[in-house]
């Protein structure tokens, strides 16, 4: 069965750290785009990061950008993702999600989200 | 604000047809770029309901539908059961951001 599963979130001050980790399964890791989607409270998703599959590109939303960092070990088919300088507008539930093969890039595998809320 | 623009809720009685419309722009749905739109139930992760426009992932009833016309897509529900009571999003890719993936705000959907 494929399956991602996120951990890592939790209560963090504003300007803070956290990072979260996506676990993979049940597909072969190392040649599938992974990405982040958060979802704060009562809002739609929104498109956080990519990694290339061997983990040389990296792409950012303009929210994010200078603040988070994505990263993947593919040795351990897990994704990454540090984020610092937390603001409260980063209140979301983060997602991992995989491109479905043949689905002309949709997101077909979702995690079940992990909760980062930053407050003071 | 979402760079794709959907309608914040739509209702309809068991059995009616409903319709969700997804507005973009020349640099996303006008590009001619996919379409998803996505199925989420409260309390769970969104579910890919179609993908490109009008296709139907394994298991998802032929009772929904996609289209797209110039700038917007349309996600069409016939024969409304009370279990498609969820919010829809749909989803495409836009050329001038640089994360490039683009949401819509949601539409509720009411089962009357």
């Known amino acids: 069965e494929v399956q991602l599963v996120e951990s890592g979130g939790g209560l963090v001050q504003p300007g803070g750290s956290l990072r979260i980790s996506c676990s993979a399964s049940?597909?072969?890791?190392?040649?599938?785009?992974i990405h982040w989607v958060r979802q704060a409270p009562g809002k739609g998703p929104e498109y956080v990061s990519t990694?290339?599959?061997?983990?040389?590109?990296?792409y950012y939303a303009d929210s994010v950008k200078g603040r988070f960092t994505v990263s993947r070990d593919n040795s351990k088919n897990t994704l990454y993702l540090q984020m610092s300088s937390l603001r409260v507008e980063d209140t979301a539930v983060y997602y991992c999600?995989?491109?479905?093969?043949?689905?002309?890039?949709?997101?077909?595998?979702w995690g079940q989200g992990t909760t980062v809320t930053v407050s003071s | 604000q979402s760079v794709l623009t959907q309608p914040p809720s739509v209702s309809g009685a068991p059995g009616q047809r409903v319709t969700i419309s997804c507005t973009g722009s020349?640099?996303?749905?006008?590009?001619?770029?996919?379409v998803h739109w996505y199925q989420q139930v409260p309390g769970t992760a969104p579910q890919l309901l179609i993908y490109?426009?009008?296709n139907r992932p394994s298991g998802v009833p032929d009772r929904f539908s996609g289209s797209k016309s110039g700038t917007s897509a349309a996600l069409a529900i016939t024969g409304l059961q009370a279990e498609d009571e969820a919010d829809y999003y749909c989803?495409?890719?836009?050329?001038?951001?640089?994360?490039?993936?683009?949401f819509g705000g949601g539409t509720k959907l009411t089962v009357l």
């Open positions: 999600v995989k491109e479905g093969d043949g689905y002309n890039n949709a997101f077909e595998i």
């Open positions: 049940g597909f072969t890791f190392s040649i599938s785009p």
């Open positions: 990694i290339s599959t061997k983990g040389s590109r990296a």
């Open positions: 020349s640099s996303n749905i006008g590009a001619g770029y996919d």
């Open positions: 490109a426009t009008n």
């Open positions: 989803q495409s890719y836009d050329s001038r951001l640089s994360g490039s993936w683009v």
